[in-house]
């Protein structure tokens, strides 16, 4: 059974660059969560896919964007990268309905600011 | 708005030495309290779901319980390899699936 999967691993951009992050959720799954981990932290949610569209947003600003593709997977765009940026990016899965409220990680992008 | 506070930030136990880790939340009403274990540069890895107050589960070495303000994750006689970041996560009924997360309680053991 094939868990939750993100790539790449690890990214270095500059400052002002775009950068997509993607993520496979786990077989059966079909909802997608986005959360941003600073180091030290506890994760921050993002936003949240299902049916191919947003349905739910943290506190993060526009330039944080996303889609989910009929396959259910997902990408994640940030732009105008800024250095507060770098952080582990974690995409979680669940299925929608009642009970399916656990969410799986996958093994997140490490996302470098320079 | 929903918070969640994690105590201690950081344990350090010898093997065998048991101890609990708290999780304080607020929330408007309580969906599920999600614990997760983060090994360095890892993503969480699910652990247990509670639901509502006096609901304990138990994996291995870990317990689990719940009371309306808060939450402990039992560690009983802990060897090495139970040395990681345990999160803990409030789902809110009115906040829809989004988990919100405490800051983590980072654990040590020594042999």
């Known amino acids: 059974d094939a868990g939750v999967t993100q790539s790449p691993t690890h990214l270095i951009k500059t400052r002002g660059q775009q950068v997509t992050l993607r993520c496979s959720p786990k077989s059966g799954h079909d909802t997608v969560s986005w959360y941003q981990q600073a180091l030290g932290q506890g994760p921050q949610f993002i936003f949240q896919?299902?049916?191919?569209?947003?349905?739910q947003r943290g506190n993060f600003p526009d330039r944080f964007s996303g889609h989910q593709f009929p396959n259910y997977s997902s990408e994640l765009n940030v732009n105008a990268l800024l250095l507060g940026d770098s952080a582990l990016y974690l995409c979680?899965?669940?299925?929608?309905?009642?009970?399916?409220?656990?969410?799986?990680f996958g093994p997140g992008t490490r996302l470098l600011v320079l | 708005e929903d918070q969640v506070t994690q105590s201690p930030e950081a344990l350090r136990l010898q093997e065998g030495e048991s101890s609990s880790l708290n999780c304080s939340y607020t929330?408007?009403?309580?969906?599920?309290l999600f614990w997760y274990r983060q090994d360095p540069g890892k993503g969480p890895e699910f652990l247990f779901t509670?639901?509502?107050a006096g609901e304990e589960k138990e994996k291995e070495r870990l317990k689990a319980t719940l009371t309306k303000k808060e939450s402990f994750l039992h560690i009983t006689a802990p060897k090495p390899e139970d040395s990681a970041t345990y999160l803990c996560?409030?789902?809110?009924?009115?906040?829809?699936?989004?988990?919100?997360f405490g800051g983590g309680t980072r654990l040590m053991v020594k042999p």
């Open positions: 896919y299902y049916e191919e569209e947003e349905r």
């Open positions: 509670l639901y509502s």
């Open positions: 979680a899965s669940s299925l929608a309905g009642a009970g399916g409220w656990t969410q799986y």
């Open positions: 996560a409030v789902q809110a009924t009115n906040a829809g699936n989004m988990l919100t």
């Open positions: 929330v408007s009403g309580l969906r599920g």
